[in-house]
């Protein structure tokens, strides 16, 4: 499912245009986004959890060369689903 595919179907489900479509998915994801990026948990209930997590400074291999390189410490975002989520995909 793609952005787009998201907008027609809130567009249906809640009566509006397009155009006030794409304006609430942009909002969402934008505030989704500015959130994540201040480093804060996004918990939406019965979807799931997002959170930023740091990662250290590791060791790594070129598997061409087989020189050890350092890998620099970074940013990773995590996804955990709520076990509503869960339930419903195996069911």
């Known amino acids: 499912m793609t952005k787009a595919d998201i907008v027609?179907?809130?567009?249906?489900?809640?009566?509006?245009?397009?155009?006030?479509?794409i304006y609430y998915t942009?909002?969402?994801?934008a505030l989704?986004?500015?959130?994540?990026?201040?480093?804060?948990k996004l918990k939406i209930a019965g979807f799931g959890n997002f959170e930023v997590k740091q990662?250290?400074?590791?060791?790594?291999?070129?598997p061409q060369t087989g020189e050890t390189i350092t890998i620099e410490a970074r940013r990773?975002?995590?996804f955990k689903?709520?076990?509503?989520?869960r339930r419903a995909i195996n069911q």
Do not use: H, Q
């Open 81 to 85: 689903p709520s076990n509503v989520l």
């Open 8 to 21: 027609e179907r809130i567009a249906e489900k809640i009566g509006c245009t397009k155009k006030e479509a």
């Open 32 to 40: 989704m986004k500015s959130t994540l990026e201040t480093g804060e």
């Open 26 to 29: 942009e909002a969402v994801f």
């Open 55 to 62: 990662k250290a400074d590791r060791r790594g291999r070129n």
């Open 76 to 78: 990773i975002l995590t």
